[in-house]
């Protein structure tokens, strides 16, 4: 396999994990009181914030995307 892709997929395996952490944080944060009482209000709070949140995580992935289209 090239360098190139490999990399890609270390660098997409990276984001995946920082990702990962971030929603456990996110679901940790979910006040249940509310999700009980308005839970499309919560999780559309909640995903609003994880949105907000990681912005800079998703930019990232993008920009991987984006060297590798250019590389090949």
Do not use: C, H, V, W
């Amino acid at each position: 396999m090239p360098d190139r892709i490999r990399t890609y997929l270390k660098n997409l395996d990276i984001l995946r994990d920082e990702s990962a952490e971030e929603i456990d944080k996110l679901l940790k944060k979910i006040n249940l009181d509310i999700l009980l009482s308005n839970p499309d209000k919560a999780l559309k709070l909640a995903i609003l914030n994880y949105l907000k949140d990681n912005s800079e995580l998703f930019k990232k992935a993008r920009n991987e995307g984006q060297k590798l289209a250019a590389s090949l």
